[in-house]
T-cell receptor
């Protein structure tokens, strides 16, 4: 069975501070994919990034960066210089292969509140 | 707008009534997923289709729930004899073959059972 744990339920920061969201996952699959989705107040989940289990290269995209560490089963996400528009719930998710259906297992989410 | 659309956006019903939600996926997407999200929780997988075939159903999907995707286009999710515990946001998502896990979600249909 797959499981995703986001230990932080809510993080509150002041604008321009950095925010790091933790994600720990469990899976028995050798091939799997990890994701971060953003859910703004409007409710529509928005895809941010995908990483496969063979790609541990960390990535920076604008103010977003991701740290994937297979040895600790973690896939953390950092927002640098946060802005009010970053306020949302962020979900870490895990899926198996395409052949297995690619259904996502989500963590419980971390609510980020960025105050001006 | 060519994204995933869901209807209705909100539904309030009395316990015991039947409700039906509709999802129109992105037109070229052959996979369609239904998820349920309760307040303060992450979405939970309910079922998915590849074209018109329903390939998997979660144990969360009791006998009162049925989903269809006739002709592999839009999908409906029907809940019979609703219970208060069915109150949740029902999310639909679609995906393109070859893009593992990048699901495109609709805005959801919020169900309130009184």
């Amino acid at each position: 069975a797959q499981k995703v744990t986001q230990a932080q339920t809510e993080i509150s920061v002041v604008e321009k501070e950095d925010v790091t969201l933790d994600c720990v996952y469990e899976t028995r699959d050798t091939t799997y994919y990890l994701f971060w989705y953003k859910q703004p107040p409007s409710g529509e989940l928005v895809f941010l990034i995908r990483r496969n289990s063979f790609d541990e290269q960390n990535e920076i995209s604008g103010r977003y960066s991701w740290n994937f560490q297979k040895s600790t089963s973690s896939f953390n996400f950092t927002i640098t210089a946060s802005q009010v528009v970053d306020s949302a719930v962020y979900f870490c998710a895990l899926s198996g292969s395409w052949a297995a259906g690619n259904k996502l297992t989500f963590g419980g989410g971390t609510r980020v509140l960025v105050k001006p | 707008d060519t994204g995933v659309s869901q209807d209705p956006r909100h539904k309030i019903t009395k316990r015991g009534q039947n409700v039906t939600f509709r999802c129109d996926p992105i037109s070229e997407h052959n996979r369609l997923y239904w998820y349920r999200q309760t307040l303060g929780q992450g979405p939970e997988f309910l079922t998915y289709f590849q074209n018109e075939a329903q390939l998997e159903k979660s144990r969360l999907l009791s006998d009162r729930f049925s989903a269809e995707r006739p002709k592999g286009s839009f999908s409906t999710l029907e809940i019979q004899r609703t219970e208060q515990g069915d109150s949740a946001m029902y999310l639909c998502a679609s995906s393109l073959t070859g893009e593992p896990g990048e699901l495109f979600f609709g805005e959801g249909s919020r169900l309130t059972v009184l």
